[in-house]
């Protein structure tokens, strides 16, 4: 079984600083993550993936997250947000899918990012 | 352009009754998902398919059906035995069974209100 803690439900900054948002997983087997962004009343969109590799990812709009196995996290980051970053962020896991296996997508709760002028 | 589309974006529906959502893909891709969205809970699974003719339960499936007669199309039946089914309603489709992630690609959502 999977899991995916958001650790912040809110988070508000200024426009052109840093942000972190972070996540945290448990699984006993190997996993893949994502970040998705929901913009109000829109569907998801992929941000990044962690599929194997480099375990810095690099997104869309500037974001990025780190891969820490040890620490089983995947947090988010970009050095300089600005309004229209504004928007809900879910980060999600997911087993290595094979044959007729599913690889089910196992979501957190979210955090709301709330970009200040 | 391909993608995935939900119809209609707004639902308005009265107790009782059941309503039907549209999903459609032409991505090509061989599984398709339907999540329920809350807010605060994040995405919850309620069915699957990986292959026409195919579908099974997910984690939230009940007072709800689907069916997989086409690649392309994976609707979603909210039935009156659903006790709470004022939510946002999101489709999702994707590759399958390549050995690595299959990547969820979403669409736009159907938000459906119960009056």
């Known amino acids: 079984a999977q899991s995916v803690t958001q650790l912040d439900s809110q988070v508000p900054v200024f426009e052109e600083a840093p942000v972190e948002l972070r996540c945290n997983y448990s699984?006993?087997?190997?996993?893949?993550l994502f970040w998705y962004v929901q913009y109000p009343n829109q569907g998801l969109q992929l941000l990044l993936k962690?599929?194997?590799?480099?375990?810095l990812v690099k997104g869309i709009n500037g974001f990025e997250a780190e891969f820490n196995k040890s620490q089983t996290s995947f947090h988010l980051r970009k050095p300089s947000v600005h309004i229209s970053d504004t928007a809900e962020y879910f980060c999600?896991?997911?087993?290595?899918?094979?044959?007729?296996?599913?690889?089910?997508?196992?979501f957190g709760q979210g955090t709301i990012l709330t970009v200040h002028p | 352009d391909g993608g995935i589309t939900q119809s209609p974006k707004y639902l308005f529906r009265k107790e009782g009754q059941n309503v039907t959502l549209s999903c459609e893909q032409n991505?090509?891709?061989?599984?398709m998902y339907w999540y329920r969205q809350d807010p605060g809970q994040g995405l919850r699974l309620i069915y699957y398919?990986?292959?026409?003719?195919?579908?099974q339960k997910g984690d939230i499936a009940e007072g709800y059906s689907v069916s997989r007669e086409k690649k392309e199309s994976f609707p979603l039946t909210v039935t009156s035995a659903q006790k709470n089914p004022t939510a946002f309603y999101l489709c999702?489709?994707?590759?399958?069974?390549?050995?690595?992630?299959?990547?969820?690609?979403f669409g736009p959502g159907t938000r459906l209100t119960v009056l």
């Open positions: 999702a489709s994707s590759f399958r069974g390549q050995g690595k992630a299959d990547t969820q690609y």
């Open positions: 699984s006993s087997v190997s996993v893949y």
């Open positions: 962690y599929l194997s590799g480099s375990t």
């Open positions: 999600a896991v997911s087993a290595p899918a094979g044959g007729t296996s599913y690889g089910k997508l196992t």
């Open positions: 991505l090509n891709h061989d599984a």
């Open positions: 398919s990986q292959i026409v003719n195919d579908f």
